[in-house]
């Protein structure tokens, strides 16, 4: 047996374990690549294009473009508009949201707060409207280098309780690299469709390059 092969059924079987040990009902991968444009009067525009997997790293799950312009109001302080365009292998979705987020450094820890209000359209459906409420925490660990934590809730804004439909917790770390870019690679639990009868715990690996251009 050649050794990728070896490798391959090693994957699995981390999977399976993670799966039959946690009560996982999936396994997802996330990959982008992005990048952010400095603008004058206090503005930044971000493009980011993402490819997920789901049933295992096996099966396409969606792409993305997203673009983005964000206003510093000031230092900590940003507001921000991104709008998605998401192919799936059966649909297509459009997503405009409206977020605040404000960043508080206690160095070598910052904590940062992030308030969006999402809105999704689909062809032939009602348009989807959820609240997301982030909260991470970083630690600078050198010039380079930086841990971080998160946890993440979705509200459905268009009912009567503001149900919450899913949540997600995240850690992973990111790393400044040469010619103003970085990685940032992290692991990803999110318990989603909670008003659901049957909701979906799963687990995602992702990793994003990103660059600023002068």
Do not use: C
């Not at 993305?64 to 312009?69: G, I, N």
């Amino acid at each position: 047996m050649s050794k990728t092969k070896r490798l391959n059924i090693g994957y699995y079987l981390f999977f399976l374990f993670i799966q039959s040990s946690f009560g996982i009902d999936d396994t997802q991968s996330w990959t982008s690549i992005g990048f952010e444009k400095i603008l004058p009067h206090s503005l930044t525009f971000e493009f980011e294009q993402e490819f997920r997997l789901k049933d295992q790293l096996t099966t396409f799950s969606q792409t993305f473009s997203e673009v983005s312009l964000s206003y510093k109001v000031f230092d900590g302080l940003n507001i921000s508009i991104p709008y998605r365009y998401a192919v799936f292998d059966d649909k297509i979705k459009q997503r405009l949201s409206l977020g605040v987020s404000y960043k508080y450094s206690l160095k070598p820890i910052s904590l940062k707060y992030r308030a969006k209000l999402q809105r999704s359209y689909e062809k032939d459906k009602i348009p989807e409207q959820l609240i997301r409420n982030k909260f991470i925490l970083q630690y600078k660990l050198s010039k380079k280098i930086e841990p971080f934590f998160s946890g993440e809730l979705f509200h459905q804004s268009n009912t009567n309780n503001n149900q919450l439909d899913e949540y997600r917790v995240a850690f992973g770390i990111a790393v400044d690299l040469p010619w103003k870019s970085s990685i940032k690679i992290f692991y990803l639990f999110k318990n989603e469709d909670l008003t659901k009868t049957n909701p979906e715990k799963i687990n995602v690996f992702s990793l994003s390059y990103r660059f600023k251009i002068k």
